[in-house]
C-alpha cells in the first residue's frame, strides 16, 4: 500500500514576511471571550520537539478543539481513498509519459530506493509516485524520523484522548486537487527532475529543518524563494499554498468563536501577506508570538 505521505506538503509564494520568530501564535481580539492558537508544525517532526517549544503544550490543555488541516484518524480509511485517486487512467501509460531513458532511469531511481520499480508504480499516477519517493527519500535522509507519527497526529490523538473535538480545514480530495494539477505528461516530468537532483532536495530538507528548530519563518520563504531545479509553476504553487490559506482564514473565524481552538497547520502556511496570520489580522484579530 502506498505510504500516507501525501498530506505533508509545503511550498510558499514569493511573500513578503511579517511574521517569523515562533512557530506558537495567539489569537485574541475581535469579540473572542478565550483566546485560541495556532502552531506550525513541520509534519515529519516527532512530537517529542514540542517539548522544545514553549507554551505549545500550555495552550493545547487551555483549547476546546482540535483543528488540523485535515482530519487524520482513519489513516488507512485516508490511504485508500489517495490511492484510489491516483490510479493510473486506461488509456495512459508510463511509456507514453516518459521517454525511454527517463522511463529507465525512473525505473533504476524507484529499484534502488524502494526495491520495486515501475512494474509495480506503474499502476500510480506520477503525482503519487513523486510524494511517496520523496517521503521515502527523506526517511533516508533522516532515519531517526518516522513519517508514520507525525506531530499532527499526535495532537489530534491527545485531542480524542480527551475527548475534544477534533475539525478540518479541508479534505482528502481537497489535497489530491491541489497536488495533482497539471498533465500527467508534466507530473512525470516533474517527477525526473527531482530524481536527477536529490542533492539538492537533500540540501532543502535538510536548511529546512535548521529553519524549523529556529522558529525561522522567514528563513523558510527565504529557501522557498531559491526555486531550485524543479520550481513549481505559478498555477501549482497558488494551488497548494495562497488559495488553501484564504479558504482557511475564512473558515477560521467562526471556529475559534464557537470554541477556544488549538490550529495546527504547516509551519510555512503561517507567514507572509497571503499566510494564514496576515489573514487572520485582516479578519479584525490580534495575533501575538508566545515565547
Same mark, same amino acid.
Given at each position: 500500500?502506498?505510504?500516507?505521505?501525501?498530506?505533508?506538503?509545503?511550498?510558499?509564494?514569493?511573500?513578503?514576511?511579517?511574521?517569523?520568530?515562533?512557530?506558537?501564535?495567539?489569537?485574541?481580539?475581535?469579540?473572542?471571550?478565550?483566546?485560541?492558537?495556532?502552531?506550525?508544525?513541520?509534519?515529519?517532526?516527532?512530537?517529542?520537539?514540542?517539548?522544545?517549544?514553549?507554551?505549545?503544550?500550555?495552550?493545547?490543555?487551555?483549547?476546546?478543539?482540535?483543528?488540523?488541516?485535515?482530519?487524520?484518524?482513519?489513516?488507512?480509511?485516508?490511504?485508500?481513498?489517495?490511492?484510489?485517486?491516483?490510479?493510473? =487512467?486506461?488509456? &495512459?501509460?508510463?511509456?507514453?509519459? !516518459?521517454?525511454?531513458?527517463?522511463?529507465?532511469?525512473?525505473? %533504476?531511481? #524507484?529499484? @534502488?530506493?524502494?526495491?520495486?520499480?515501475?512494474?509495480?508504480?506503474?499502476?500510480?499516477?506520477?503525482?503519487?509516485?513523486?510524494?511517496?519517493?520523496?517521503?521515502?527519500?527523506?526517511?533516508?535522509?533522516?532515519?531517526?524520523?518516522?513519517?508514520?507519527?507525525?506531530?499532527?497526529?499526535?495532537?489530534?490523538?491527545?485531542?480524542?484522548?480527551?475527548?475534544?473535538?477534533?475539525?478540518?480545514?479541508?479534505?482528502?480530495?481537497?489535497?489530491?486537487?491541489?497536488?495533482?494539477?497539471?498533465?500527467?505528461?508534466?507530473?512525470?516530468?516533474?517527477?525526473?527532475?527531482?530524481?536527477?537532483?536529490?542533492?539538492?532536495?537533500?540540501?532543502?530538507?535538510?536548511?529546512?529543518?535548521?529553519?524549523?528548530?529556529?522558529?525561522?519563518?522567514?528563513?523558510?520563504?527565504?529557501?522557498?524563494?531559491?526555486?531550485?531545479?524543479? =520550481?513549481?509553476? &505559478?498555477?501549482?504553487?497558488?494551488? !497548494?499554498?495562497?488559495?488553501?490559506?484564504?479558504?482557511?482564514? %475564512?473558515? #477560521?473565524? @467562526?471556529?475559534?468563536?464557537?470554541?477556544?481552538?488549538?490550529?495546527?497547520?504547516?509551519?510555512?502556511?503561517?507567514?507572509?501577506?497571503?499566510?494564514?496570520?496576515?489573514?487572520?489580522?485582516?479578519?479584525?484579530?490580534?495575533?501575538?508570538?508566545?515565547?
Amino acid at each position: 500500500m502506498i505510504p500516507v505521505l501525501v498530506f505533508f506538503v509545503f511550498t510558499l509564494s514569493a511573500q513578503s514576511v511579517d511574521k517569523s520568530g515562533s512557530l506558537l501564535w495567539k489569537i485574541s481580539g475581535n469579540g473572542l471571550t478565550q483566546p485560541s492558537y495556532i502552531f506550525g508544525t513541520q509534519h515529519f517532526f516527532p512530537p517529542s520537539f514540542l517539548d522544545s517549544v514553549a507554551g505549545v503544550k500550555q495552550a493545547f490543555a487551555s483549547s476546546q478543539q482540535m483543528v488540523g488541516e485535515l482530519v487524520m484518524q482513519d489513516m488507512m480509511a485516508l490511504g485508500l481513498e489517495m490511492q484510489k485517486a491516483g490510479m493510473m =487512467p486506461k488509456d &495512459s501509460t508510463w511509456q507514453l509519459l !516518459l521517454s525511454e531513458d527517463d522511463y529507465r532511469f525512473v525505473d %533504476e531511481q #524507484l529499484t @534502488a530506493l524502494m526495491g520495486v520499480g515501475l512494474q509495480t508504480f506503474g499502476m500510480f499516477k506520477p503525482f503519487l509516485v513523486n510524494v511517496t519517493f520523496l517521503g521515502i527519500f527523506y526517511q533516508k535522509i533522516f532515519p531517526n524520523t518516522n513519517p508514520a507519527e507525525p506531530m499532527d497526529l499526535w495532537f489530534q490523538q491527545q485531542a480524542t484522548t480527551r475527548a475534544m473535538p477534533v475539525l478540518g480545514l479541508e479534505t482528502v480530495q481537497d489535497q489530491i486537487n491541489a497536488l495533482s494539477l497539471g498533465s500527467l505528461k508534466q507530473q512525470a516530468a516533474d517527477l525526473v527532475c527531482k530524481m536527477r537532483n536529490l542533492d539538492y532536495v537533500e540540501y532543502s530538507e535538510k536548511k529546512l529543518h535548521r529553519i524549523y528548530r529556529s522558529a525561522d519563518l522567514s528563513g523558510g520563504i527565504e529557501l522557498f524563494l531559491e526555486k531550485g531545479p524543479c =520550481p513549481w509553476s &505559478s498555477e501549482q504553487e497558488y494551488a !497548494l499554498n495562497d488559495a488553501r490559506n484564504k479558504r482557511w482564514v %475564512e473558515k #477560521l473565524p @467562526a471556529i475559534i468563536a464557537d470554541k477556544p481552538s488549538f490550529i495546527a497547520v504547516g509551519c510555512l502556511h503561517l507567514p507572509g501577506e497571503q499566510g494564514v496570520l496576515a489573514g487572520l489580522e485582516r479578519a479584525g484579530f490580534t495575533v501575538e508570538a508566545v515565547k
